[in-house]
């Protein structure tokens, strides 16, 4: 029989391979370990929700809803749905559902995947992977500084370095408006300078021209009016505070009057991590509105969403030899009877809190090896018939032999004290707890 034609995955979604998990892992697990210190609890919502929900949430006039979701008519009831581009509308919409706040502020963490069907390179994908916080309830800069020392406290747990914070204050809406129709002023009069995307925005999301990405509009949008010089005392007082906390707490940071994020329902505090290339890794910021145009009772929040694939990609490039590990003990036996005991004598090593691989399928010694040296495992277990008859195996350390890289040093051992030996010998050439 030929071979069938292959199927490819989906463009801009990726698989991540085993080799990958070693990042994967040492991230959720400094990921919870912050988590569990700033005392916020994890919520799981659906990958999919109605598309109301972030043509609301979100804003009419943004990248993601003009152009980046996945939406489509469920044939079996006509509902119309979307694969969450985010998570906060989500988050904030079951919040509402089960009354979440009813007894006070919430501190609230999610992880799990988007998908925007944006344009596929490095770094930028169809379906990827956002870690982000929700602080829900608290109205004051305190909160806002919260979420930017959790993200650095973050950096520090995964020991990655060059990130930098980048700050600005969107103040309230009608601060905004005033900055808006300034802004309108401003590129109207310049109107022959706009391309396609900022012409069609002008009216609506004007803001949205400041963050464009054409390099033909940098010097008009540098010289459009700031909307620092727009904000009044409350709006400048709150974003004085946010500066002082962040120094008190020793945090860098750089104001960039330049920085308004993508989304419609940012107010006040709005912040970035940002790497050496450029790319931002995690941003966030204060979106008191948000609750109450999803049908809440108005309470404040605030949060970032950061980019997990960046952020691996970060750790891969600090610490390129995290290198994929093996398991500790790899079995390799004569089959027939001599294959029940070996699979009894691997489970008792698994009792024992050892990580096992059994040999399966047979084949020589050789081959067996072979296939030990290539799991990676430690130490290989050598189960022979005539051994076994005198209750012994073989152990043979195949790499981190406390006699050094490549001592072929093997020894017999009872095997009624063969979980025993190993733990200790592990215990003993790297104090390994297990
Ligand atoms: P950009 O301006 O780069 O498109 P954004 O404003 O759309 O970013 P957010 O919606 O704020 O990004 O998402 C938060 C983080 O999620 C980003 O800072 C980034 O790290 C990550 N992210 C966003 N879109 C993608 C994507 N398509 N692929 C991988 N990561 C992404
Ligand atoms: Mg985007």
């Not at 079951?94 to 963490?109: F, Q, S, T």
């Not at 009069?189 to 940098?218: C, F, S, V, W, Y």
């Not at 709006?235 to 002082?244: D, I, M, N």
């Not at 090896?369 to 152990?395: H, K, P």
Request: hydrophobic content about 40%; proline content about 4%.
């Amino acid at each position: 029989m030929g071979k069938a034609e292959r199927i490819q995955g989906v463009r801009g979604m990726n698989d991540v391979l085993p080799t990958d998990e070693v990042y994967w892992d040492r991230f959720e697990e400094a990921v919870a370990t912050v988590m569990r210190g700033y005392g916020y609890r994890r919520i799981r919502t659906p990958i999919v929700e109605p598309t109301a929900l972030f043509v609301r949430g979100i804003g009419e006039v943004t990248d993601i809803v003009e152009k980046e979701m996945y939406s489509f008519t469920d044939a079996l009831n006509g509902d119309e749905l979307t694969l969450r581009p985010e998570s906060t509308a989500g988050v904030v919409r079951a919040v509402i559902e089960h009354n979440l706040l009813y007894d006070g502020p919430k501190r609230l963490w999610y992880q799990g995947p988007m998908f925007r069907h944006e344009r596929p390179q490095k770094g930028r994908y169809r379906q990827f992977n956002q870690v982000g916080v929700e602080a829900l309830g608290m109205t004051g800069p305190d909160a806002d500084v919260e979420v930017i020392l959790l993200g650095n406290r973050l950096w520090d747990e995964l020991g990655l370095g060059g990130i930098r914070l980048e700050i600005n204050s969107l103040g309230q809406a009608d601060e905004r408006n005033a900055h808006r129709a300034a802004l309108i002023a401003y590129f109207e009069e310049h109107r022959e300078q706009l391309d396609g995307d900022a012409q069609r925005r002008l009216h609506a999301n004007p803001l949205r021209i400041l963050d464009t990405k054409n390099p033909a509009m940098q010097a008009l949008v540098e010289a459009a009016p700031r909307l620092g010089d727009f904000l009044g005392p409350e709006s400048l007082a709150h974003f004085t505070e946010v500066q002082r906390l962040l120094a008190a707490n020793k945090v860098e940071f750089r104001i960039n009057p330049r920085l308004v994020r993508g989304l419609d329902y940012y107010n006040l505090t709005v912040f970035e991590w940002v790497n050496e290339d450029g790319l931002t890794l995690c941003g966030g910021g204060r979106y008191d509105p948000l609750i109450a145009m999803l049908g809440g009772n108005p309470a404040p929040a605030c949060g970032f969403a950061l980019g997990v694939e960046r952020v691996l990609e970060q750790l891969r490039r600090n610490a390129p030899d995290l290198g994929a590990t093996g398991c500790d003990v790899y079995v390799i036996h004569a089959g027939g009877a001599v294959g029940e005991v070996a699979f009894q004598t691997a489970e008792r090593l698994r009792d024992a809190g050892l990580e096992v691989i059994l040999h399966c399928g047979g084949g020589s010694f050789k081959s067996q090896f072979r296939r030990a040296d290539a799991s990676g495992a430690r130490f290989a277990v050598i189960a022979g018939e005539d051994e076994l008859a005198r209750g012994e195996v073989s152990v043979k350390w195949l790499r981190g032999s406390p006699i050094g890289e490549g001592a072929a040093r093997q020894e017999t051992v009872a095997l009624a004290a063969l979980a025993d030996w190993i733990v200790d010998a592990m215990v003993a050439s790297d104090g390994a707890d297990i």
